[in-house]
């Protein structure tokens, strides 16, 4: 039977035991890679101070290296049913192979500062994967508004036929919108990317320990200095990574809200392929947009996801509280749930087809009375003046439509959609380390 870590001689009752462990047995795989990556960093510093013998790292860090080949190219690596989590799994195998020798490797940490580095080390990978699913969609959405940035449709303001907007302005809201995302996303990794390594239990270690050594090391851009901010930092950092993540979220929920809409017959701006939507079982002229309704839900959850993690770390002293745990089982699958819904948006939003000649239908006339307005105000006529003598026009029914006469060049117009300089933004903001 594997003995706890922190084993004195006598056991918790089996309930106890079953609530606390919880879903960490399941979520800490994810983990196991970055506990023996972290494991390494630490023995290559204790060695460094004398802690443990050159041969003794050698030993310690080839069967290291071992577990890593099966955790990362096998599936059959597990945490087994009496351990309790990935570091103790780390630690029961080493001393399995090794006897004491492993047993040295927690000497000047804690499973508090081990799950820090843990944590820290998944999240900048994760959001390397986030950044890179972002830009994906980033450019379908650019080429989108390139190659419709002449088609026209109305723009809506308190859902009401407003002013004539195209879709290569809409396609490309959705693009600045993200490189918004990708700098909030940037900030993130920013906060993320310091080395919590030891701090140990939350109040540092009187061995000598070498902090930066570690920092270079994992490859962190610093360390958190103080030992007890170290531990603070739990729920902080999570909290940031969820707003990052809810940012994302709030985009691709309107874009699916806007397409859901769009589709519709009463609007029929665009239309989706066969193969993007379901049927029903009792209508057969359906064709349901569900791809983008379940984004539409999907990433409503999703923006939930900050206000879960404030609430489950509310209240709390400094130190370590094992509230905390509960922190993996709200944002490991929010990232699983945020890589696939962009995954998804990709794929379906480069499969959209705008359609063509929308404004001429009769019943968006009037979104062309600002383009009157403006057209009287060219001619010399105050803009107040202007606006009552359209306002005329329409309720005498006299004002004509104006389709031909678009002509708008202003930035961030329909006839100036500034997709180069969206794109060098995007470009500026991707490097996630300067």
């Known amino acids: 039977m594997a003995k706890k870590l922190w084993d004195k001689g006598y056991t918790t009752d089996q309930i106890i035991e079953q609530f606390t462990i ?18 390494i960093a630490h023995i290559t510093m204790l060695e460094s101070i004398g802690l443990i013998k050159p041969t003794e790292l050698e030993q ?15 599936n059959t690596f597990e945490i087994e049913d009496e351990v309790e989590d990935i570091h103790s799994q780390i630690e029961l195998l080493l001393t399995r192979k090794l006897g004491d020798l492993g047993k040295k490797i927690h000497a000047g940490r804690s499973r508090n500062d081990q799950v820090l580095v843990d944590i820290r080390l998944y999240l900048k990978d994760q959001i390397k994967e986030i950044q890179s699913l972002s830009k994906a969609l980033f450019e379908v959405l650019i080429h989108s508004a390139d190659e419709y940035k002449k088609v026209l449709v109305p723009g809506y303001t308190h859902t009401q036929a407003a002013m004539p907007s195209s879709f290569g302005l809409w396609f490309s809201a959705y693009a600045e919108s993200l490189v918004d995302d990708m700098e909030v996303l940037k900030g993130t990794y920013k906060v993320v990317n310091r080395n919590p390594l030891g701090s140990a239990a939350g109040y540092g270690s009187s061995f000598p320990l070498n902090r930066q050594m570690t920092t270079e090391l994992l490859g962190f851009e610093s360390m958190v200095y103080n030992s007890v901010y170290a531990q603070m930092g739990r729920g902080k950092t999570e909290q940031v990574v969820a707003f990052a993540i809810a940012n994302i979220a709030s985009t691709l929920n309107k874009l699916a809200a806007d397409v859901c809409l769009y589709n519709s017959q009463n609007f029929n701006f665009i239309h989706l392929p066969n193969e993007l939507t379901t049927g029903s079982s009792i209508m057969p002229h359906k064709k349901n947009p569900d791809v983008f309704e379940l984004l539409r839900a999907k990433t409503n959850v999703l923006k939930t996801l900050p206000n879960q993690i404030m609430m489950s ?13 509960l922190l993996k089982e709200l944002l490991f699958p929010a990232i699983t749930e945020i890589k696939d819904c962009l995954s998804i948006t990709c794929y379906a939003v480069s499969k959209i087809e705008p359609a063509k000649d929308v404004l001429k239908d009769p019943k968006y006339k009037l979104i062309f009375s600002v383009e009157a307005v403006n057209d009287l105000v060219i001619n010399g006529t105050p803009f107040r003046e202007a606006y009552l003598q359209v306002a005329k026009m329409i309720d005498k029914g006299e004002l004509k439509s104006q389709t031909s006469k678009l002509n708008h060049t202003h930035e961030g117009s329909i006839g100036n959609l500034m997709l180069k300089d969206i794109q060098r933004r995007m470009e500026n903001v991707l490097n996630l380390e300067h």
């Open 313 to 325: 770390i509310s209240n709390l002293t400094s130190g370590y509280h094992r509230d905390y745990q």
């Open 22 to 39: 919880g879903k960490d047995r399941e979520l800490d795989i994810e983990l196991a890679k970055y506990d023996v990556i972290g494991t």
């Open 60 to 74: 310690l860090t080839k069967e290291l290296n071992r577990i890593q080949d099966e955790i990362t190219t096998t």
